[in-house]
């Protein structure tokens, strides 16, 4: 029997298109080329440097290379990072346990970092005001503890200690937060007035007020403009106010101001802190800067203009005056304005006088004179907290300076004849005090003023005074208590003469005196008695005559 031999073929080998050892090379060849392209550091930053979003792809691919090498730290460190940030929580951590198994390599730094942004995950995965987000958030802060330490921070990458310093405020941690702004700002100069002010909010949040101005007098000491400087200035002293460091606020703007001292708004603030810290003679120091500054300099916008003006004197005196030509651009919007109100083709003549150039120029830097005297700028607030300041500080002379001034700049304002009459009184200057207190009352018909001119002008031989309160204080007591009859006692002992009278009307003063009244009680149609009275010295004569002046009075009203 014959053995037929089988015809079922074993299956053949699949074709391989490039042999193993080929495929192997070539991705060693691929790494080494990423390895040379790219150095450690490189590559993390550029495959999750500052914000670049997580991108599937380049997880795949750094997952294929981890098989490839399972123990390349670089890959590894950067894919435990790349977990954590897309949320792959437990797959970071079995990354970090290998990379802790790796022998003779220090991967304590990117262990950490990434630990840090896994706890940052996992604390934000739970839910607001709970034991867990609390616990989890502690863990976060003993971890940004371990990254600050002296030896840690020298590990740092420049984008490392930014990213740890902005995790470190997010959560509150102002001990490491401060630590990474502060060697940032030492680090990376170019920005230290940024990571300075962060210093600043970080103490400040703390309630550390010194070291938050510290931190702003740092800023101010690096600052390249004025602008600049003066906010920086400014802020560290509120900082140190609200801290109620009233003193020390103080002591630091006399010992950082420098040229920021001649500046208005600093001027004004040192001035109010001055008297927050109950400190009035220091207040005056400033304020009496502040108001030499102001009667000085110009405002801003008066010197712009000023200088605008200056240029086209010399150089077009026309457009100094205002003269437009119709055929500029200026010229045009004329031509539409005066086309709208119906004014376009009339001819306005004046008499120019023939001007020539050389007058026109005159005219044109006679303008600017007057510019420049309206430059001296009077703020009402700056003498409003110079005259509060200077009361204070018992300066009752600067006080009145400041009061006449104010009057003289705003004669219209009642509060300064009203503050300039009370100043006087106080620093002895009646005579001032009692035009100031004529002047109020005429311009208010305050009652209290009136009385004040009352009390004052029969002292000082002031008729007109005198009798301008006895009708404005009279009249309105007559209208309002409607007497059915009136006593009048006609004393002549405020005369100037009488020996005990302390008041000093003339003759002429008593004679109106009684006339106003007169006038005032008989025109409302009430019965008036009349009674001399008063008069002590050794000229009878005289005493009789103005005894008199009633009875010459009354008989004017007669019949």
Known sequence: MSSNKSKSAAPAERERLLPPALVLTFTAMVGVGLALMFPRETLRERLLGQGRTVDGLTVAYLEAWSRVAPNDTSFMGVLAEQYARSGRLDDAEAMLARMQAVQGADLSGP???????????????????????????????????????????????????????????????????????????????????????????????????????????????????????????????????????????????????????????????????????????????????????????????????????????????????????????????????????????????????????????????????????????????????AYRVFLAAGKLDQAQRVAQAAVQKLPNEPVWRERLAQVAEWNRQPMIALQSWLQYAQATNDERAWNNVMRLAPGLSDDRAYLAALDEILTPLLDRMHPDIVFYNAGVDPHADDRLGRLSLSDAGLAERDRVVIEAVRGRGIPLAGVIGGGYGADVEPIARRHALLHHAAAAFAG
């Open 111 to 385: 262990i950490l970092r990434t630990r840090i942004e896994i706890s940052q995950q996992r604390a934000y995965a739970a839910l607001p005001e709970t034991p867990e987000r609390a616990r989890r958030l502690a863990t976060m802060n003993d971890l940004l503890k371990d990254a600050t330490t002296p030896a840690q921070m020298r590990k740092w990458s420049l984008a490392d200690l930014q990213a740890l310093a902005t995790q470190s405020r997010q959560i509150g941690a102002a001990d490491p937060a401060g630590k990474l702004f502060r060697e940032l700002a030492v680090r990376d100069p170019g920005n230290a007035d940024f990571y300075n002010k962060q210093l600043a909010g970080i103490a400040l949040a703390g309630g550390n007020y010194r070291d938050s101005a510290q931190a702003l007098f740092d800023a101010q000491a690096r600052a390249k403009n004025l602008y600049e400087q003066r906010t920086l200035f400014l802020q560290a002293l509120q900082t140190l106010q609200s801290g109620n460091l009233l003193d020390e606020a103080l002591a630091e703007a006399e010992r950082r101001g420098g040229k920021l001292l001649d500046d208005a708004e600093v001027l004004r603030y040192l001035t109010k802190l001055a008297l927050a810290a109950g400190k009035p003679e220091v207040a005056a120091k400033y304020v009496e800067r502040l108001l030499k500054l102001s009667a000085n300099k110009p405002m801003g916008a008066t010197l712009l203009a000023q200088a605008h003006l200056r240029r086209v004197s010399d150089t077009e005196p026309w457009l100094a005056r205002e003269v437009v030509f119709l055929d500029g651009p200026r010229g045009v919007k004329l031509r539409d304005k005066l086309a709208a109100a119906g004014e376009l083709g009339v001819r306005h003549v004046a008499d120019t006088g023939n001007v020539s150039q050389a007058d026109a120029q005159a005219a044109a830097k006679a303008e600017v004179a007057a510019a420049a005297a309206e430059g001296k700028a009077f703020n009402a607030d700056d003498y409003d907290l």
